[in-house]
């Protein structure tokens, strides 16, 4: 080996401009490489982070059915996030499997619909979780939110996104003061509702994202009515005999050995059944004397808020079912999701619960699916410019080798055997490549460094989505090292596979005659 090793470095010093211009191209695809992957391993960590802590949890639990949900309505491809959800069925059969389970750290049931807000003259589609703040803040545990605002909320409120407050104080040339009326409206088939709101505060995300920059959070009796979860209504879609009503209390269910979080208190349910009551299309658009309103009227404030005043007798007609629920999210004790699932899933089966459990990639919906798309393209790109280096490193070598043929041949013909030739190739190819590649890894651990001390802001909003925040911060690891090293050693004996059976092919006299003319 000490033989093998004097004669590759030999070899390597007698043609330095060459050998260093070979590792340079191996350093310079490295260092490449190890800058993207770096990025894109920050933007994977953060993203995954906050769509744990700030939207989905690990995993959101809900109906079986044959249309793909995300936490924002029925995922079709290009068109989606706006169909309504059906009500959960199976809610309690649910909510003991969970508690069973010593995996589940929280859980907690969200009201999920998108509708129209509608604030002074500010207006615009916004995804509205109806919650429970005892146990939302608790598996959303990336959300600040103060203790007034966190009361308010089972009060009617409406607790907004810090960005979302800021663009419509913006918009209305003003600072939101609190109890400031606000206005929900959806369509969907033939239903038109309305629910009227109160601003009860602001929520901190821990990281900015377009998919929860618009998140509005409410009392859930709000969504229930825009999503026509009423009595009667969710009565029929229930499935199960014994879940006509989808009500749970945790006064039994508190299982402190178990540690998991409850769901909805009795006293928070109490509240929401309070609050605001379902509106039926009838009741808004027909009077005594049959006019009409139409939904391209245009309605003001004050229009809705008329439109809105219903008598006792209407509101008992209408009541929203206040145990009626979308979805549960989960967080787990030790962060190992996949096993709780597949352990749920299992629970189901043997139950025969129909319900469907997704990962909180998937269950961000549509938007956060292209966006790793996107970075997929990306990385592969990269992967793409790797080749094309190690075409143009092998390209190279092949000419080194040829050149060297006179020299192989006659060491063959002095008796060296082309395993020993290929042995010494080889040596020179590992040394030459583990060079380059130390060479780009140290200068891309520089360099993100760099980038990182510089505090590059981003200004397109597909780059801000795509590398997970305003400030492109790359994330070093020695795993990542590690990755790199062995990807380069990998690429130079790819690339030096050719140019080693070109040469041994060579007859030896070939060989020394070609060194000779």
């Known amino acids: 080996m000490r033989i093998l090793l004097k004669l ?147 009060r009617g409120g409406v607790v907004l996104n810090e960005v979302l407050k800021e663009e419509i104080e913006t918009e209305i040339g003003r600072p939101l003061v609190l109890d400031e009326p606000i206005v929900f409206s959806m369509y969907s088939g033939n239903s038109f509702k309305l629910r009227k709101g109160y601003y009860a505060g602001t929520a901190v995300y821990s990281g900015k994202h377009d998919v929860i920059n618009r998140i509005v959070l409410t009392d859930p009796s709000i969504p229930r009515g825009l999503a026509n979860y009423t009595v009667g209504v969710t009565q029929s879609k229930v499935v199960h005999a014994d879940q006509a009503k989808l009500s749970h209390s945790t006064s039994g269910d508190n299982n402190p050995e178990n540690g998991i979080v409850p769901t909805v208190s009795e006293q928070s349910q109490n509240q929401s059944a309070g609050s605001n009551t379902s509106t ?9 004397t049959d006019s009409t309103v139409t939904q391209n009227s245009a309605l003001t404030l004050s229009d809705i808020e008329n439109l809105l005043s219903k008598t006792d007798e209407e509101r008992e007609q209408s009541a929203v079912d206040t145990g009626a629920w979308s979805f549960v999210l989960v967080k787990t004790k030790d962060g190992d999701y996949q096993y709780a699932a597949r352990e749920l899933t299992k629970q189901f089966l043997i139950k025969k619960i129909p319900l469907k459990i997704q990962y909180w990639r998937t269950a961000s919906g549509s938007s956060i699916q292209i966006l790793f798309a996107l970075q997929s393209a990306f990385y592969f790109g990269m992967i793409f410019l790797i080749f094309g280096a190690i075409l143009v490193i092998m390209n190279s070598l092949v000419l080194a080798v040829l050149e060297r043929t006179s020299e192989i041949g006659t060491m063959r013909s002095l008796g060296s055997s082309k395993g020993f030739i290929a042995k010494m190739l080889a040596t020179e190819s590992v040394l030459l490549t583990f060079v380059g590649t130390l060479a780009g890894i140290l200068s891309g651990i520089i360099l993100c460094i760099m980038i990182g001390k510089a505090g590059i802001v981003l200004k397109n909003p597909l780059l801000i989505s795509m590398f997970g925040g305003e400030v492109l911060l790359p994330y070093i690891s020695f795993g990542n090292v590690i990755i790199h090293l062995i990807t380069g050693l990998i690429a130079g004996a790819v690339a030096w596979m050719y140019p080693l059976r070109l040469a041994l092919k060579i007859p030896p006299v070939v060989a020394i005659n070609k060194g000779n003319t």
């Open 8 to 154: 590759a470095i030999r070899n390597l010093l007698r043609h330095p401009k060459k050998n260093i211009l070979i590792a340079g191209l191996i350093a310079i695809g490295i260092m490449s490489l190890f800058i993207a992957n770096s990025i894109l391993l920050t933007t994977n960590r953060g993203l995954e982070q906050l769509l744990i802590n700030s939207l989905t949890g690990e995993l959101m639990i809900g109906i079986e059915a044959d249309e793909q949900y995300s936490i924002f309505g029925n995922e079709i491809p290009i068109v989606s996030e706006y169909d309504t959800i059906p009500p959960l069925t199976y809610y309690q059969e649910l909510v003991d499997t969970l508690l069973q389970n010593r995996d589940i750290a929280a859980y907690t049931p969200i009201v999920s619909t998108v509708a129209s807000m509608k604030i002074d003259g500010y207006a615009k589609m916004v995804p509205v979780f109806g919650i429970d703040p005892e146990s939302y803040f608790v598996v959303c545990s990336g959300i600040t939110i103060d203790a007034d605002t966190k009361a308010r909320i089972l």
């Open 280 to 288: 039926t299309i009838d009741d808004l658009f027909f009077d005594s």
